[in-house]
């Protein structure tokens, strides 16, 4: 049986976007969040994604400024890291340290979660890189309590934890906290690590070329 289906790659975007743009409802949004948004819809399907986005400041100009000088991308998540399409950035470092040697170890030693244990190791790093958290809700608590306690401030964050057990808390707690670091998040349980590669992958300059 032969199927009758869309093989074409720019044509299968071309009607993606066509169809967000149809159904998603993006005048609420600044004009520089309206293409992450769209990219973070086409990852999940819900076009009522525009809904849950909540930010501060203007976590897309200062992530793109990071990125152009030469900004890490911190990623809580193998999954995060290995959704960002290299190819768009590609003198970027995109780290994850979820499988860092000793980082289990790390984790027992603070009573904590690998994934928050892995943001303690980015200490180094912090100040001015792009971190995106869009699995582990303990990742972005962590990250939050390290900047409230005076540690490095990234250039901006991207913070999606999903899931029922301190997700959506994780994320208002974000927006609540006055870090003085521009983030973007989704309130409520909604998130994933899909959704915030999407949010990367349309911060690079050839996806505002349309160069999907
Ligand atoms: C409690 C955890 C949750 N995980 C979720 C969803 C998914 N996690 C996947 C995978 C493969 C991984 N999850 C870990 C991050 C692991 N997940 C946790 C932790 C136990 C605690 C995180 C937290 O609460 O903040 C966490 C382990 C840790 O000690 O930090 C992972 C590192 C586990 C591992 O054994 O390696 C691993 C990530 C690997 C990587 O990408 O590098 C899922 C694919 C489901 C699965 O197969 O387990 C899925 C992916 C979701 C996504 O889009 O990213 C939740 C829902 C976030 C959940 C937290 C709350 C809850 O509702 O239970």
């Known amino acids: 049986m032969a199927f009758v289906y869309e093989r074409d790659p720019q044509a299968i975007y071309r009607q993606s976007y066509a169809t967000i743009e149809a159904e998603a409802d993006l005048a609420a949004l600044p004009q520089t969040l309206r293409p992450v948004a769209i990219r973070m819809i086409?990852?999940?399907g819900m076009t009522d994604l525009p809904g849950n986005m909540a930010w501060r400041g203007d976590p897309i100009g200062a992530a793109r400024q990071a990125l152009a000088a030469g900004a890490t991308i911190l990623c809580d998540a193998q999954m995060v890291a290995s959704g960002i399409i290299k190819r768009f950035f590609p003198s970027?470092?995109?780290r994850c340290d979820i499988n860092a040697p000793g980082l289990a170890d790390l984790a027992v030693k603070l009573g904590t979660?690998?994934?928050a244990a892995a943001v303690e190791m980015w200490r180094d790093v912090l100040?001015?890189?792009v971190a995106v958290i869009g699995n582990a809700p303990t990742a972005l608590f962590?990250?939050?309590e390290m900047i409230e306690s005076g540690g490095p401030k990234p250039a901006a964050i991207f913070g999606?934890?999903?899931g029922f057990v301190g997700a959506a808390e994780s994320k208002d707690a974000l927006i609540a906290a006055d870090l003085g670091v521009p983030c973007l998040t989704l309130s409520g349980r909604r998130g994933g690590s899909a959704i915030a590669a999407a949010a990367i992958n349309?911060?690079?300059s050839e996806e505002l070329r349309g160069n999907l």
């Open 42 to 44: 086409h990852a999940c």
């Open 92 to 94: 970027t470092d995109i």
């Open 113 to 115: 979660t690998r994934s």
């Open 127 to 129: 100040a001015g890189s």
């Open 142 to 144: 962590h990250l939050i």
């Open 160 to 162: 999606f934890p999903v």
């Open 202 to 204: 349309a911060l690079s």
